[in-house]
């Protein structure tokens, strides 16, 4: 008979309202059964399988069904008499290998937008800032990290920052034509249109799509093993 596969499962999700519970740093407080739960959401694979590695009692957190299943996978393809914390060292290795790949496979916005020629001066054509600029929050009014930003049929695009803050330089021209700034998220999704006549942009406030999950957080280890 063949060794189960290790699995990390929330096998009885909470009804608790998660924007009801008091809010703390980084985790909220359940009245309800007086834990707290961890935010999950921002975390990366090897953050959320560090956590239950160190936990000496069971940890209730938060997190979206992607990310359960991305867990679970890492589970599988990792080596069975693996070393806990060699194996974290790896994915975030990897996840760093990506990210350099990912970074030099973007374009810079350097290249140019198609402009249009116009040797006639208007003097009423509107004025045009050669900078964008805003924030993107969640619904609790916190920056989010790390969003990416895009105007679609244009090379330009961001990422936020710590602050939530994304800033987009013009640097070779702009077409007013392409004035829509799009998230591409696997969380989010949301389309803004900019004001091309100031550099200050409104907030732009992000609701997550995915379903999220909340309860206790059980891992079936494999071959007697556990972290939990």
């Not at 008091?22 to 953050?47: H, I, L, P, Q, W």
Request: proline content about 4%.
């Amino acid at each position: 008979m063949k060794n189960p596969q290790p699995q990390i499962s929330i096998a009885e999700p909470c009804s608790q309202n998660w924007e009801e519970m008091e809010k703390r740093d980084g985790y909220n407080f359940c009245e309800a059964c007086s834990k707290c739960v961890v935010d999950f959401t921002g975390y990366s694979n090897a953050e959320i399988i560090k956590t239950l590695a160190n936990a000496s009692t069971e940890v209730c957190g938060r997190l979206t069904k992607t990310q359960l299943n991305q867990l679970n996978y890492h589970l599988v393809v990792a080596p069975v008499n693996r070393n806990w914390m060699k194996y974290l060292g790896v994915l975030a290795l990897g996840a760093s290998i990506f990210m350099q790949n990912a970074n030099a496979s973007i374009p810079k916005a350097t290249l140019e937008i198609s402009k249009n020629i116009d040797d006639q001066k208007d003097n009423k054509k509107p004025k045009t800032v050669n900078k964008v600029n805003g924030y993107v929050l969640g619904q609790d009014k916190k920056p989010l990290i790390g969003i990416r930003l895009v105007i679609p049929n244009t090379k330009y695009y961001a990422t936020t920052d710590k602050d939530g803050k994304y800033e987009i330089v013009f640097k070779n021209g702009l077409n007013v034509k392409h004035n829509a700034l799009t998230v591409q998220s696997a969380r989010y999704s949301a389309t803004m249109i900019l004001d091309f006549s100031k550099e200050k942009q409104k907030d732009l406030i992000l609701k997550m799509e995915e379903f999220m999950i909340v309860g206790k957080i059980a891992y079936t280890p494999k071959q007697g093993n556990k972290f939990l």
